[in-house]
């Protein structure tokens, strides 16, 4: 929070509210938001403000902001966007807290100018901005209504913090139809100044909410972000579902809000590292929520699955494994429980089978059992429609036996699948906030959320450890690099900044006479590198600017002479620093490590396979810095090469802890050294004894 800056409650806990562009016309937006205000039960004062004064909904209609005696801690903003910087201009004068601009045709139309002019002026006032382009703020605690969306928003444990106004709005009128309850829905819109960490901090500690959901399309503080989610979804499920996961996706969704969508494998990666739930659709975050705000908290991970029918019990078992809920598989234990209640052709392997001939009775016993098995900790309820069974004396059972669950602190979800009479059961069965599905994969989906939650709250994060690298010398070689302009290091600069890290490198030096190469290369030893030294190549191997595998004296000094001959006949102009001698680093496993300042993420560090197929097997990792010792294994274990570095067909364990510590390095120099943009080894090779950084590049900030 800046100084003297407004506690960000008073926007969902507003003492008094204003409505500026309060219109008198019942079909205006301004109207809307004001009638919404009223009949939504709002126990604060209402002012409504248009210069024409007079009378709107019973409530006096004030000329000016200013003229109002009482403080305003949040005024809705619904006049036309040239007005806008004025009423703004108005409530800042006026000392309001918060104002949340509806208007649209700012930046997200290209008007970046007028948007940025607005929040600069709030920003003189120490006013904050919610908006513009939004659909408003509703806030149960306060039964604060202040949108333009539907009358009657049902009050619950569930916050939505969205992007999309219009999804938002829908979103209000589903949620209502789906029984759900809202503690909060707001919109962030084009997000001039308040965005969803701002809120996350509130909605984090307001004990109302049990779940938070977010539809975010792309991220301007992704360090921040990424930093207060993880700290929020410890404490509570945050359910995250963002649109641009396609490049045209990304594009519309850039154009859409004017915000930058990021990549999207990136967030997938920090979604993961901060804990949050990263939902397919929105329909899908939406039955995670529902299913989060009603179910309790398992106390172990044992689950069973109670079918009538194989297939769909198969189904199940599969989409357990795709969302890691965990079936119980003592099967001496299992057979004790389940099968006094079985048809003799039944199975009490987990699923649990009992079979086309089951009858209510049967699923009855079955629901008892792992009700009081005191080894069971979940159940997903399957069943098909059979003839020998009539579904409306299973309803009322099924809804019995859910109050059951509840109550004995185990999750359970239904999936019920067949005709009209099914159908309908599922409908009233949803009615009465019971977790029934008609898909085994959506069941299965809503108890996988659970569980991941449940394992993220279990786990530790790990702490961030120091790393000290040399800070003077890196500051050195960028200053020079500065000082001729350059954007970039030199090779050897690349290396003397891993020197200062204590990454090791290749031995190496730069021959300045061909006495001076094979002197090294004596030195050194068999095999080795050549390359050419000049800033003024900067794709050494496409001009034969490099030798590689030299084994004798003989092939240094051939190499050595072909090297400048072929360089100089490309770049006849290059100034030439030298030629640097190498020693060839062979065997071992080449991989990627790199560290850059994203545009959306802030920080991030990478790992993966590397060498010249990366781009083809795009088998890399990614998290947000500062990083733990835990995340940077996590990293390491995500990638599908990682038995690659195991060791495989007998092949020894490389040096995993040494290229833990070259990435908690590599993350360490980008965030000591702010001048540097990016960073990448590739390859870095990482073989039994140690790693070495074999080719760096390293380019620094505009
Ligand atoms: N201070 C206070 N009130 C004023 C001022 C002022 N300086 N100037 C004018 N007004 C009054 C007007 O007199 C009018 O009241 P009246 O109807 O009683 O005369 C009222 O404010 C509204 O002004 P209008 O000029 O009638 O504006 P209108 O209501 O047509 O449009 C609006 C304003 C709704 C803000 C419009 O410009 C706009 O941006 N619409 C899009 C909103 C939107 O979609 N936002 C994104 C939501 S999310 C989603 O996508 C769904």
Same mark, same amino acid.
């Given at each position: 929070?800046?100084?003297?800056?407004?506690?960000?409650?008073?926007?969902?806990?507003?003492?008094?509210?204003?409505?500026?562009?309060?219109?008198?016309?019942?079909?205006?937006?301004?109207?809307?938001?004001?009638?919404?205000?009223?009949?939504?039960?709002?126990?604060?004062?209402?002012?409504?403000?248009?210069?024409?004064?007079?009378?709107?909904? !019973?409530?006096?209609?004030?000329?000016?902001?200013?003229?109002?005696?009482? *403080?305003?801690?949040?005024?809705?903003?619904?006049?036309?966007?040239?007005?806008?910087?004025?009423?703004?201009?108005?409530? !800042?004068? @006026?000392?309001?807290?918060?104002?949340?601009?509806?208007?649209?045709?700012?930046?997200?139309?290209?008007?970046?100018?007028?948007?940025?002019?607005?929040?600069?002026?709030?920003?003189? =006032?120490?006013?904050?901005?919610?908006?513009?382009?939004?659909?408003?703020?509703?806030?149960?605690?306060?039964?604060?209504?202040?949108?333009?969306?539907?009358?009657?928003?049902?009050?619950?444990?569930?916050?939505?913090?969205?992007?999309? !106004?219009?999804?938002?709005?829908?979103?209000?009128?589903?949620?209502?139809?789906?029984?759900?309850?809202?503690?909060?829905?707001?919109?962030?819109? &084009?997000?001039?100044?308040?965005?969803?960490?701002?809120?996350?901090?509130?909605?984090?500690?307001?004990?109302?909410?049990?779940?938070?959901?977010?539809?975010?399309?792309?991220?301007?503080?992704?360090?921040?972000?990424?930093?207060?989610?993880?700290?929020?979804?410890?404490? @509570?499920?945050?359910?995250?579902?963002?649109?641009?996961?396609?490049?045209?996706? %990304?594009?519309?969704?850039?154009?859409?809000?004017?915000?930058?969508?990021?990549?999207?494998?990136?967030?997938?990666?920090?979604?993961?590292?901060?804990?949050?739930?990263?939902?397919?659709?929105?329909?899908?975050?939406?039955?995670?929520?529902?299913?989060?705000?009603?179910?309790?908290?398992?106390?172990?991970?044992?689950?069973?699955?109670?079918?009538?029918?194989?297939?769909?019990?198969?189904?199940?078992?599969?989409?357990?494994? @795709?969302?890691?809920?965990?079936?119980?598989?003592?099967?001496?234990?299992?057979?004790?429980?389940?099968?006094?209640?079985?048809?003799?052709?039944?199975?009490?392997? &987990?699923?649990?089978?009992?079979?086309? *001939?089951?009858?209510?009775?049967?699923?009855?016993? %079955?629901?008892? %059992?792992?009700?009081?098995?005191?080894?069971? =900790?979940?159940?997903?309820?399957?069943?098909?429609?059979?003839?020998?069974?009539?579904?409306?004396?299973?309803?009322?059972?099924?809804?019995?036996?859910?109050?059951?669950?509840?109550?004995?602190?185990?999750?359970?979800?239904?999936?019920?699948?067949?005709?009209?009479?099914?159908?309908?059961?599922?409908?009233?069965?949803?009615?009465?906030?019971?977790?029934?599905?008609?898909?085994?994969?959506? %069941?299965?989906?809503?108890? !996988?959320?659970?569980?991941?939650?449940?394992?993220?709250?279990?786990?530790?994060?790990?702490?961030?450890?120091?790393?000290?690298?040399?800070?003077?010398?890196?500051?050195?070689?960028?200053?020079?690099?500065?000082?001729?302009?350059?954007?970039?290091?030199?090779?050897?600069?690349?290396?003397?900044?891993?020197?200062?890290?204590?990454?090791?490198?290749?031995?190496?030096?730069?021959?300045?006479?061909?006495?001076?190469?094979?002197?090294?290369? *004596?030195?050194?030893?068999?095999?080795?590198?050549?390359?050419?030294?000049?800033?003024?190549?900067? =794709?050494?191997?496409?001009?034969?600017?490099?030798?590689?595998?030299?084994?004798?004296?003989?092939?240094?000094?051939?190499?050595?002479?072909?090297?400048?001959?072929?360089?100089?006949?490309?770049?006849?102009?290059?100034?030439?620093?030298?030629?640097?001698?190498?020693?060839?680093?062979?065997?071992?496993?080449?991989?990627?490590?790199?560290?850059?300042?994203?545009?959306?993420?802030?920080?991030?560090?990478?790992?993966?396979?590397?060498?010249?197929?990366?781009?083809?097997?795009?088998?890399?990792?990614?998290?947000?810095?500062?990083?733990?010792?835990?995340?940077?294994?996590?990293?390491?274990?995500?990638?599908?090469?990682?038995?690659?570095?195991?060791?495989?067909?007998?092949?020894?364990?490389?040096?995993?802890?040494?290229?833990?510590?070259?990435?908690?390095?590599?993350?360490?120099?980008?965030?000591?050294?702010?001048?540097?943009?990016?960073?990448?080894?590739?390859?870095?090779?990482?073989?039994?004894?140690?790693?070495?950084?074999?080719?760096?590049?390293?380019?620094?900030?505009?």
């Amino acid at each position: 929070m800046r100084e003297n800056e407004p506690d960000i409650k008073y926007l969902f806990e507003p003492r008094a509210v204003a409505v500026v562009g309060a219109s008198h016309d019942p079909k205006k937006i301004g109207y809307k938001i004001l009638d919404n205000i009223i009949s939504g039960g709002y126990p604060g004062k209402v002012y409504p403000v248009n210069p024409r004064g007079g009378e709107i909904l !019973g409530l006096r209609g004030y000329r000016d902001v200013n003229e109002i005696e009482e *403080e305003i801690d949040v005024a809705s903003i619904v006049v036309p966007a040239p007005l806008v910087f004025d009423a703004v201009k108005r409530c !800042g004068e @006026k000392g309001v807290k918060f104002v949340s601009i509806i208007t649209s045709g700012f930046s997200e139309v290209g008007n970046r100018e007028e948007e940025n002019r607005i929040v600069a002026c709030a920003r003189d =006032h120490h006013m904050r901005v919610l908006g513009p382009n939004i659909f408003g703020v509703f806030s149960a605690p306060c039964s604060l209504n202040a949108t333009f969306g539907p009358k009657n928003v049902r009050s619950g444990n569930i916050a939505i913090i969205t992007q999309s !106004g219009a999804l938002g709005i829908a979103m209000i009128g589903k949620t209502k139809v789906e029984n759900m309850g809202l503690s909060a829905i707001v919109s962030v819109g &084009n997000k001039s100044d308040i965005n969803e960490t701002d809120l996350l901090e509130y909605l984090l500690h307001q004990d109302l909410t049990r779940v938070i959901m977010i539809y975010i399309e792309g991220l301007k503080a992704g360090e921040r972000f990424v930093n207060v989610l993880q700290r929020t979804a410890k404490q @509570k499920p945050v359910v995250v579902v963002k649109a641009g996961r396609s490049k045209r996706g %990304a594009m519309a969704a850039a154009s859409h809000t004017g915000a930058l969508a990021g990549s999207d494998e990136i967030f997938d990666y920090l979604m993961k590292q901060s804990l949050a739930l990263r939902a397919e659709s929105l329909n899908e975050a939406l039955e995670w929520c529902k299913f989060f705000a009603n179910t309790p908290i398992p106390s172990k991970d044992n689950t069973v699955i109670v079918t009538n029918g194989g297939g769909i019990g198969v189904l199940a078992t599969d989409a357990c494994e @795709k969302y890691g809920v965990g079936l119980y598989d003592d099967y001496l234990t299992l057979k004790e429980t389940f099968s006094g209640m079985m048809p003799s052709f039944g199975s009490t392997k &987990n699923p649990i089978d009992l079979t086309g *001939e089951a009858t209510p009775d049967l699923y009855e016993g %079955a629901f008892k %059992a792992s009700l009081e098995g005191e080894s069971i =900790h979940a159940v997903i309820a399957l069943y098909c429609e059979t003839a020998v069974f009539d579904i409306r004396t299973f309803t009322p059972m099924i809804e019995a036996y859910y109050r059951k669950f509840l109550e004995a602190k185990k999750p359970i979800v239904f999936c019920l699948v067949g005709g009209q009479q099914t159908e309908d059961a599922v409908d009233d069965l949803r009615k009465h906030d019971v977790p029934v599905f008609t898909d085994p994969y959506e %069941a299965v989906s809503c108890m !996988g959320a659970l569980y991941t939650y449940v394992h993220h709250r279990r786990s530790h994060s790990g702490s961030v450890i120091s790393i000290s690298v040399d800070t003077a010398s890196m500051e050195a070689i960028i200053e020079k690099a500065k000082k001729e302009k350059r954007r970039f290091l030199l090779a050897h600069e690349g290396q003397g900044v891993m020197k200062a890290a204590g990454i090791s490198i290749p031995r190496s030096h730069v021959a300045r006479g061909l006495d001076q190469a094979v002197q090294y290369a *004596e030195e050194i030893g068999y095999p080795l590198v050549m390359k050419i030294v000049s800033k003024d190549i900067l =794709h050494k191997s496409d001009v034969g600017g490099v030798a590689l595998n030299l084994v004798n004296r003989k092939e240094v000094i051939e190499a050595y002479e072909a090297i400048l001959h072929r360089c100089r006949t490309a770049f006849p102009d290059a100034k030439v620093d030298g030629i640097e001698v190498t020693e060839m680093v062979h065997g071992g496993t080449e991989l990627i490590v790199g560290a850059r300042i994203d545009p959306s993420f802030g920080p991030i560090v990478m790992c993966g396979l590397g060498g010249i197929y990366v781009e083809v097997m795009k088998d890399v990792s990614f998290r947000a810095l500062p990083l733990s010792l835990r995340e940077a294994i996590t990293m390491i274990k995500e990638i599908r090469s990682y038995p690659l570095l195991l060791g495989v067909r007998g092949e020894k364990r490389k040096d995993i802890d040494g290229l833990v510590e070259t990435i908690l390095k590599v993350g360490e120099i980008l965030q000591t050294c702010r001048s540097i943009s990016d960073i990448e080894i590739n390859p870095l090779v990482v073989d039994v004894e140690g790693v070495k950084a074999v080719d760096v590049r390293i380019l620094l900030s505009p």
